[in-house]
């Protein structure tokens, strides 16, 4: 055997150990790629419903959110009609509350100066009922206020 006769050899059989390679690798890859379109058909199969599901999801979601507003809007207005049936009232009871209030202060306090000119100023009050045969007396220092107080 000559020389070009072992080379022509060597370079057969490198590209027969090419091939080989190339082949094997090609079947791999086919294999890959088949069992990712079955990967994808699967996931297909089960998004599609999912994705249905989803959107009912979303519809009954939206019916939901549109009840709410209503029911937000309707308690908006009962909390503005609330407010002004308590501005009403405050402005047709309130004002005569108050002067019907200050009015029995004021009587209050005339009549106890009329109690205060007339007689015994000991500077006590007398606070309850008799106990034990007696009232309790209390004297002003306690009360928080003096007697001169009470005159004037």
């Known amino acids: 055997m000559s020389g070009g006769e072992v080379a ?17 690798a090609l079947f791999r890859l086919a294999r890959t790629l ?22 009912a999801t979303v519809r009954s979601a939206n019916t939901q959110l549109a009840r709410v507003d209503a029911i937000a809007s309707d308690v908006q207005e009962v909390t503005a009609n609330a407010s002004a049936l308590s501005s009403t009232v405050s402005t047709a009871f309130g004002g005569p509350l108050v002067k019907v209030a200050a009015f029995g202060y004021g009587v209050r306090r005339a009549l106890g100066r009329n109690r205060g000119a007339g007689g015994d100023d000991g500077g006590e009050v007398i606070v309850g009922g008799p106990v034990r045969g007696s009232a309790a ?16």
């Open 137 to 152: 007396r209390v004297p002003a220092a306690r009360r928080g206020f003096s007697a001169r107080r009470r005159k004037g």
């Open 8 to 24: 022509g050899i060597l370079v057969a059989v490198f590209w027969a150990i090419l091939v080989s390679f190339l082949a094997v």
């Open 34 to 55: 088949r069992a990712a379109s079955e990967l994808v058909t699967r996931v297909t199969e089960e998004a599609v419903p999912l994705l249905a599901e989803a959107g």
